[in-house]
């Protein structure tokens, strides 16, 4: 059964990726080494347009296939719904060893008062002699993002709540997306525990996230909690209140 993974990637000046694609579940058949940049595409109401370059650093032809994606976040999960809203130029292609392809990405979605999300699916296609006998194959997973019209601003709340697991809320209250790393709780008994955010780190714009706190014993309504973490404007230090 073919299985696909699909990997969200911290902010970089480009990605270099490296993929071992493994044939009949045992033996590795081949590695796929690709360049990426931008890492994220930024557009807007007066940049509708914008492009994307892939280098193939290996020495084997690939063919990749691009798909856009609304990107929405429900019950602490992202939905990525098919979309025409965005054009891609071309959206299926195949690479020589060393060659690359400059992707055009237009906007057909016009900016509104919050930030527009999208994410590209970028998958190789395997090749008709693999076929079959290919268990692996790699994602990649872009963000794209039309910004709001006016000034870009964002507004993070927090509520930790006690019960087991505690639930920590982050509500973005902005226009825009933000970008936790490291997020970290100091419990009140000292020791420190990392909110578990899998491969995702972004809560976009209008949302709220909620990340299960699992502690040796609830916490105690009332008690105090500091919160940490890195984001895109800097470091977070916020104490929080256990609420019922």
């Known amino acids: 059964m073919t299985r696909s993974g699909s990997i969200f990637w911290r902010l970089t000046t480009c990605w270099s990726i490296v993929c071992l694609v493994c044939v009949g579940g045992t033996q590795p058949a081949r590695a796929s080494n ?3 940049a931008p890492v994220v595409l930024e ?4 940049r509708t347009a914008g492009v994307i370059k892939i280098v193939n650093n290996d020495n084997h032809t690939v063919s990749l296939q691009i798909r856009a994606f609304d990107w929405n976040q429900a ?7 098919a979309t025409q809203n965005l054009i891609i130029s071309p959206p299926v292609f195949s690479l020589a060893p060393g060659a690359s392809q ?3 990405v237009v906007s057909k979605q016009a ?9 590209l699916l970028i998958d190789e296609i395997p090749s008709a002699a ?4 290919i268990n692996f194959k790699f994602r990649i997973s872009m963000p794209v993002f039309i910004a709001a019209n006016g000034p870009a601003k964002t507004q993070l709340d927090y509520q930790l709540h006690a019960g087991k697991p505690a639930r ?3 509500t973005n209250a902005g226009n825009r997306r933000s970008r936790l790393l490291d997020l970290t709780l100091a419990l009140p008994n000292g020791k420190t525990i990392k909110a578990p955010s899998g491969n995702n780190p972004y809560t976009l714009a209008g949302v709220t996230r909620q990340y299960l706190i699992d ?3 609830p916490l105690a309504t009332g008690s105090k909690v500091k919160l940490s973490a890195n984001s895109d404007a800097g470091p977070i230090d916020a104490e929080l209140t256990v609420a019922p």
């Not at 019950?75 to 719904?81: A, E, M, P, R």
């Not at 900016?111 to 999300?117: D, K, T």
């Open 102 to 104: 400059v992707i055009r």
């Open 130 to 133: 693999e076929g079959a006998t």
């Open 43 to 46: 557009l807007s109401s007066s």
């Open 34 to 36: 690709f360049e990426i």
């Open 168 to 170: 920590l809320l982050v």
């Open 75 to 81: 019950d602490s999960k992202d939905d990525l719904q």
């Open 215 to 217: 502690t040796e014993t």
């Open 111 to 119: 900016a509104g008062s919050s930030e527009i999300a999208f994410r």
